[in-house]
T-cell receptor, first 116, second 112 residues
Framework: ETGVTQTPRHLVMGMTNKKSLKCEQHLGHNAMYWYKQSAKKPLELMFV???????ENNSVPSRFSPECPNSSHLFLHLHTLQPEDSALYLCASSPGTGGHTRYGYTFGSGTRLTVV | GQQLNQSPQSMFIQEGEDVSMNCTSSSIFNTWLWYKQDPGEGPVLLIALYKAGELTSNGRLTAQFGITRKDSFLNISASIPSDVGIYFC????????????FGKGTLLTVNP
């Protein structure tokens, strides 16, 4: 399998649930990203990992907790979310934190999250 | 922070028509990127621009990096139904800064 794969594609969770989003890239990239996409808003950068080290936490609430066990895998752990957290969560990767200027990010298909 | 103004927000056109959309910035970018997002999918890179004044084509798509480095446009010629989707511009200010600044997107609808 190639590219960036995200699972699940759709997730409905209650405000007291704990769930995790998974992202896997098969491109040999060193940097991975979590973005939030809400209607009528620009893509919002949430977290950046470079070689498994977090280099950016863009003022994201602590109810979102990222994990990057290796350069191919990225998780987003979710707990006690709010309805306004419902959105499309996109994972992306790039050759390096500067390398994306040549090729852009490669995005996954996203996880459509609904918090009820 | 940096902001991109992308226009128009949405377009409704007939199949076969040409389309033009643009992005403007309050600050200079060294790279401009154009993405397309199909319904239910993530954005896919269409065209990347690296030099002021550069004009690059990808099939029926043509994009230009503005001379001032503060704007870019994307043209689609002879539109077809599969051109439907959201088109995003993104800018990068250069160096080791990894951040891309995205526009809000242009929603394109093509009527057969």
């Amino acid at each position: 399998e190639t590219g960036v794969t995200q699972t699940p594609r759709h997730l409905v969770m209650g405000m007291t649930n704990k769930k995790s989003l998974k992202c896997e890239q098969h491109l040999g990239h060193n940097a991975m990203y979590w973005y939030k996409q809400s209607a009528k808003k620009p893509l919002e950068l949430m977290f950046v990992y470079s070689l498994e080290e977090r280099v950016e936490n863009n003022s994201v609430p602590s109810r979102f907790s990222p994990e990057c066990p290796n350069s191919s895998h990225l998780f987003l752990h979710l707990h006690t979310l709010q309805p306004e957290d419902s959105a499309l969560y996109l994972c992306a990767s790039s050759p390096g934190t500067g390398g994306h200027t040549r090729y852009g990010y490669t995005f996954g298909s996203g996880t459509r999250l609904t918090v009820v | 922070g940096q902001q991109l103004n992308q226009s128009p927000q949405s377009m409704f056109i007939q199949e076969g028509e040409d389309v033009s959309m643009n992005c403007t910035s309050s600050s200079i970018f060294n790279t401009w990127l154009w993405y397309k997002q199909d319904p239910g999918e993530g954005p896919v890179l269409l065209i990347a621009l690296y030099k002021a004044g550069e004009l690059t084509s990808n099939g029926r798509l043509t994009a230009q990096f503005g001379i001032t480095r503060k704007d870019s446009f994307l043209n689609i010629s002879a539109s077809i139904p599969s051109d439907v989707g959201i088109y995003f511009c993104a800018g990068h200010s250069g160096g080791s800064n990894y951040k891309l600044t995205f526009g809000k997107g242009t929603l394109l609808t093509v009527n057969p």
